[in-house]
């Protein structure tokens, strides 16, 4: 928004104002304030909205009343108050300070111990770069978005199908990528563009593991698998793989979970609706971010069940996989909503139909729209970025932590 200019005479005097983006304690230190008066007012620089779903009525009733007595506000049900609903979401509006006093006031109050430590996790979360363990090895990128290039060696993919099916051509790609700025490397062997058929195990295994044999012995980058199925998953982690990429969330094959949490492989946990051939059939949800959110929240919690490391597992809201242009668009717009998960997220947007549908563009000229998805995510906090151009896509990437750190 911006305020509008008034005439040169009528401000004459007046002092000069300006909105500012990202205030930090040195902008309270320019007033010439105390030094000693940051701790407690550089908390109020920053605002928080918070929603808490499915909270029991004493609980919500609680934190109406501890934010409004705090400075801060919650909206809770109509019914909270008189105590016509059993639970209600709680929608928290305040500033850091505000969630500190909560939180300390929460663990005070009996059988609210659990919400307080769920509400400091949410607001009080560092961003430490990109941890995760892989085959019970630590790996640690310090800088996010982490670009994980795409390596299709199938005839049929949407944007580069044929171009890497030589083993040969596929490896010099892969170094490249690395080359070029990727973290990890995406091997894929079955198309999963709309409309696409399955192929059989078989064929999926003879065209990607002597591609990650080779890639693996090459490179100390992670090598990704790209499959719904778990001989298939197995035998690229065999080959030297060490996540499993699966579109289906562990759906498609009740065995790829097992082979996850026996090999110690990171998964990666995708939204999808129905599978390739028929998943743009199914493109209508009441809330789509709070359907997906819930969903990969679920699969989450199944892969915790089953005794996979915390520190294995990615999520993914899937975007083209079951949704059309206005539900893409919406995910994106709120793409850092699914940090809230616990999990890294992961965003795979690069060159697909929702991009050429906004833009009325063909295939082969979506990359301006996928760099612009990227910087967007990049801003919002996506941990990594599984894009076809990966040169391009890290120096999007390194020139918005330039900004950033300029600040």
Known sequence: MMAPRSTRSSRKGLPRARLLTGANGQDILSCGADAASIPYMEPKLHHRNLLIQGV?????NILKQSMLSLGGDAAVHRGAISGKVDVS???????????????????????????????????????????????????HWPDTPVIMGVLNVTPDSFSDGGAWLDPGKAVDHALDM?????????????????????????????????????IASRIDAPVSIDTRNAPVARAAI??????????????????MLEVVRSTGAGIILMHMRG?????????SYRDIVSEIYAFLDGQIEQCLQAGVDPRSILADPGIGFGKDLAGNLRLIHHIDEFASLGVPVVLGHSRKS?????????????????DAVSAWAAIQGVHVLRVHDVRRTSRIRDMILAIRRGA
């Open 56 to 60: 029991k009525l004493y609980a919500a």
């Open 275 to 283: 599978t390739p051939e028929t998943m743009q059939n199914h493109t």
């Open 178 to 214: 690395v080359n070029s700025g990727a973290g990890i490397v995406d091997v894929g062997g079955e198309s999963t563009r709309p409309g696409a058929r399955q192929i059989s195990v078989d064929d999926e295994i003879a065209r990607v593991v002597p591609v990650i044999k080779k």
């Open 354 to 370: 929702f991009i050429g549908t906004a833009l009325d563009v063909p295939v082969h000229e979506r990359q301006e729209g996928t």
């Open 238 to 255: 065999d080959a030297g793989a060490s996540i499993v990429n699966d579109v289906s969330a562990l759906r498609h094959d009740p065995s």
């Open 89 to 139: 979401d709680c929608l928290i509006m305040g500033d850091l300070r505000h969630y500190r006093l909560l939180v300390e006031k929460l663990k005070l109050q009996p059988g609210m111990a659990d919400l307080a430590g769920l509400i400091e996790q949410q607001v009080f979360a560092d961003d430490q770069g990109l941890s995760l363990k892989l085959l019970g090895k630590e790996y």
